[in-house]
């Protein structure tokens, strides 16, 4: 499969110009303008292949918008390569916005006071796109994002959930091969959030666009997402599979011990103890190292125990982890 | 093209939506008509002509003016600028359409809206309480038409002009109120501009503004033609091609601007 996106040592900074206080503030903004550099994206690199759906994972202000905004051509890198579909995004936008579909989910496309049919039928000139394609799509996405009870209510009153659907919807009537989707789920509830990730599936798996989707939110990858890329501080953190980001950096395992006596120290070969209240006591150790029945045998030889439990190490524990310890970053 | 008729359909319905500011704004341009009325001829202190124009002219003045209002949006229009404002901007951007277009289009049903319910409306109300003057041929008439849509066409591009300051500074909305109110000055809005000193209509003519109201009255009153109709024409031309070559090179140094800075 050839790469649809190609994205190389791509960063955005922005200079932010510190605001002077008080009554002479605005005097002395006119002549020092002291400023600090973000680097909103910093260095990133990756590509992604026609028919992928990838989650972009990241913390508030990790740099997800700033990358799809460079990737749908409203921003311009201050330096690195991006080429989609052939075409560099900023340059000859018209041409290029025609080929794609986008959603921003803090912002709608559709007109404010307008029907939603309303702004869907004027999209249809701004595409383009000719009669028979048009209806074929909206009848399918009517039925499947279930827009049939809102298409006659202007956008202004709409639901978050109801107009991020209409807003997928108007993404796609003109047949985009390649759909990005800014936290498509931000702010829904758990129905709406299942509804729309089954349409995003759903669109991937049966028309094969692709998709590159940003969250905040775990679920939304767990549940989609094959590829996840992982971005903090504008750094690519880690790229790959979800499941084997779990085996190669969640690695510990939890062995959760209640002794019946209170012991005055306990030692354990080939675990750490992370944690202990009372008779209560917390154990991380790794797979690779010693299975859960043997550091079971090691410890009920030496002391009386209540009760176990083994738990396995959660996804959101490891994208924390790797957040807060930076555990991927390369040494620079 | 489809588009362009598309949008302008649903700028006119939109305007059509809206019947009691209509006919709010319908009397109040009424009243307003009425009163100017009563001050010019007061200023006529029983001459019968001043500046070449009759009482019944200066009359008829008055409601092309008040007419005229809502037609070329004379007090406000800051759509523009709100949109750049509240970041929809971005999201037109991310549609392959013409910018400049897409608010043409707007303003092309939202000005035939107001032609229709405010400015003939006005016109007729005139007629019926007031001896007003009308165009004497048909080729008078087809002048005034011709000179009406270029002066919509000036307005519709300098507003957009000033508009786009947006993109520049938060304070937009200043800047496009004080160049809101010059015009009402230089375009012979608030008087006609044969009623002003010399040197302050020259330098009215070194702004397209003469050339939108100023210029639709004299036609409709029949105050030019032959030559110096043809004069204000190619002049309301040249202004239009002026206006949207700056409007497009603002455009695109804007766009850039909010390419890199972010919005
Ligand atoms: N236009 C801008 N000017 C200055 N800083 C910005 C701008 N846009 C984003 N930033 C900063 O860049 C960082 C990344 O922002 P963003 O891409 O929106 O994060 P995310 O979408 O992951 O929450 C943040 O620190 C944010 O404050
Ligand atoms: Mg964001």
Redesign the pocket.
């Known amino acids: 499969m050839p790469a649809i996106i190609t994205v190389e040592d791509l960063n955005k900074h ?1 200079k ?1 110009y510190k605001h002077h206080r008080g009554i002479l503030g605005p005097l002395r903004n006119l002549f020092s303008r002291a400023s600090s550099l ?1 680097r ?1 994206v910093d260095g990133i690199t990756f590509e992604i292949k026609s028919g992928e759906l990838v989650g972009y994972l ?1 913390p ?7 990358t799809l905004k460079m990737l749908t051509g409203l921003l311009v890198p201050t330096s690195g390569k991006i080429i989609v579909q052939d075409q560099i995004p900023w340059k000859n936008r018209t041409n290029y916005v025609a080929e794609i579909g986008a959603v921003f989910g803090q912002r709608t496309t559709l007109w404010w006071d307008l029907p939603v049919i309303e702004s869907l039928d004027l999209l249809q000139h701004i595409y383009k796109i000719p009669d028979d394609r048009f209806q074929q799509n909206l009848n399918e996405f009517r039925e499947l994002l279930e827009l049939d009870t809102f298409l006659n209510t202007p956008v202004r009153a709409l639901s978050l959930g109801q107009r991020m659907r209409a807003d997928i919807c108007a993404a796609l009537l003109h047949d985009p091969k390649l759909l990005f989707l800014d936290e498509p789920t931000i702010g829904l509830d758990v129905v709406a959030k299942e509804r729309i990730r089954q349409f995003i599936q759903h669109i991937n798996e049966e028309r094969g666009i692709t998709v590159l989707l ?1 969250t905040h939110d775990l679920s939304d990858v767990e549940k989609l997402c094959k590829r996840v890329m992982i971005i903090d501080h504008g750094k690519l953190l880690y790229d790959g599979k979800l499941h084997l980001l779990q085996e190669d950096f969640g690695g510990k395992r939890q062995l959760i011990v209640d002794f019946m006596e209170n012991y005055e120290s306990v030692s354990v070969e080939g675990g750490t103890i992370t944690e202990r209240d009372g008779t209560r006591m917390t154990i991380h150790f790794s797979s690779q190292e010693i299975t859960a029945s043997e550091l079971i045998n090691q410890l009920s030889a030496h002391y009386r125990i209540r009760d176990l439990e083994v738990r396995e190490p959660d996804i959101e524990t490891t994208i924390r982890r790797i957040y807060e310890d930076r555990l991927l970053e390369q040494p620079e | 093209m489809r588009l362009f008729w598309e949008l302008s359909k649903l700028a006119f319905q939109r305007q059509l939506t809206y019947r009691a500011a209509t006919l709010a704004g319908l009397a109040t341009n009424f009243f307003f008509g009425m009163l100017r009325a009563s001050v010019l001829i007061a200023l006529f202190h029983g001459n019968s002509e001043i500046a070449g124009m009759t009482i019944t002219d200066a009359i008829t003045y008055t409601g092309l003016t008040q007419g005229t209002i809502a037609f070329l949006s004379l007090f406000s229009w800051f759509e523009v600028m709100n949109s750049v404002y509240t970041g929809a901007v971005s999201s037109d951007m991310l549609k392959p359409m013409n910018y400049f277009n897409f608010w043409l289009a707007q303003d092309t049903g939202r000005a035939f809206a107001s032609f229709l319910l405010r400015g003939l409306t006005i016109m007729i109300a005139y007629a019926i309480f007031f001896d007003i003057t009308t165009p004497q041929s048909m080729p008078q008439w087809l002048a005034f038409f011709m000179v009406l849509i270029l002066a919509w066409l000036i307005s519709f591009s300098w507003r957009f002009l000033v508009n786009l300051a947006a993109f520049w500074t938060p304070n937009a909305l200043g800047i496009a109120r004080l160049a809101f109110i010059l015009s009402w000055y230089m375009s012979g809005f608030l008087f006609p501009l044969r009623f002003f000193p010399p040197w302050f209509v020259k330098l009215c003519y070194l702004t397209p503004f003469p050339y939108t109201i100023n210029a639709v009255v004299e036609v409709y009153l029949g105050l030019v033609d032959g030559q110096a109709l043809v004069g204000i024409i190619l002049a309301q031309v040249a202004w239009i091609l002026m206006l949207i070559l700056a409007s497009m090179i603002a455009l695109r140094a804007g766009v850039r601007r909010l390419e890199i ?3």
Do not use: E, I
């Open positions: 922005f932010v973000v909103a990241g508030n202000g990790a740099g997800k918008s700033t940003t | 800075l972010g919005g």
